[in-house]
């Protein structure tokens, strides 16, 4: 079973020359391999801006900049850097944004919330200005503007109840704060400006290409690697799971399909504490690694927990089921399994971000400037 898409273009916006931020990290990387070889009828090109920051990857990207020459670009920028945005959108004649650059991990903003704030908070305002500027006197109706956020602006939950997208925002995090100020940003220029935005919350995600510093590839490595798994507080943190490719496809419908001044949630409807999820993710690893299940759960280590640790977060989806006729295919277990055999296939890949080889074959092959 796979994904709707085919059979509504003829009616919907037509996206064309897509600016993609954030697109050689993960799920920005996974965006564009999902477009050029999951949806059937997209012949559009994707620009890629990426700043190639510790979580950024190029080589994620190689046999798509080979493959679809002409159709794939990679721009190497600053999303605050607005002279440079300002000579892509005249340079590809942008007509679509998808912004998935951000700071993101949690931990990096408690000790350096000032990188959070300068990429996500004027990093996306610089997006949002650049694009008005050069849409506003177009006379094509089918520009757009994505803004992909974080189900972590709404803050924390009980042990009943689920985030909508009337949800208040409560953002307890220097990187959370700084996301809830980035949505704030796009919904306002939707509604001052008249700027063509849609807006999305989407839960945790996992999949291939994640950076090592996250839980699942984290645990996954160490695993390997007969390191310690360290987990937070009392492991009972719930987290909602989602496989990247059902959110990518989520955002394509939203992007296709959404109403311009919505926001719309993304979710897996598939909430685990972390130590039930670190026991599953053991399981899977070692009957594939060829490990003792046993000996890897006697590495697990609990540490004090981190400052403002939300306790649970769990996404109301039903806006984006019943609207545009989304749903998750990848079921959890098949995700889990799928990721594991991706981290446990591309050992080149995981060294070469760990031994800092990837930023001498980006200097290699594309210069300074990358």
Known sequence: MGYKFKGVFETMRSLTNILVTGGAGFIGCNFIRFLFEKVEGFNGRLINLDALTYAGNRMSLADIEAKYKGRYFFEHGDICDRVFVESLFAKYEIDTVVHFAAESHVDRSI?????????????????????????????????????????????????????????????????????????????AYNHTYGLPVTLSNCSNNYG?????????????????????????????NIRDWLYVEDHNAAVWT???????????????????????????????????????????????????????????????????????????IVSFEEGLSRTVDWYLANPQWIESIRSGEYQKWVQKNYGERG
Request: hydrophobic share 35%.
């Open 254 to 328: 939203i992007m296709r399909n959404g109403k311009t001044g919505e926001t719309y949630n993304i979710g897996g409807e598939n909430e685990w504490e972390n130590i039930k999820l670190l026991n599953v993710l053991i399981d899977i690893v070692c009957a594939k690694a060829v490990l003792d299940p046993a000996k890897v759960r006697g590495t697990l280590s609990y540490v004090k927990d981190r400052p403002g640790h939300d306790r649970r977060y769990a996404i109301d989806c039903s806006k984006l089921k019943r609207e545009l006729d989304w749903k998750q």
């Open 111 to 187: 000790l350096g919330p000032e990188a959070f704030v300068k990429t996500n908070v004027m990093g996306t305002f610089t997006l949002l200005d650049v694009a008005h500027n050069a849409w506003k006197n177009n006379p094509r109706q089918d520009t757009l503007f994505h803004h992909v956020s974080t189900d972590e602006v709404f803050g924390s939950l009980g042990e009943t109840g689920y985030f909508t997208e009337t949800t208040p925002y409560d953002p307890r995090s220097p990187y959370s704060a700084s996301k809830a100020a980035s949505d704030h940003l796009a919904m």
């Open 208 to 236: 291939p290409y994640q950076f090592p510093e996250k839980l699942i590839p984290l645990m996954i490595l160490n695993m390997l690697e007969g390191k310690p798994l360290p987990v937070y507080g009392d492991g009972k």
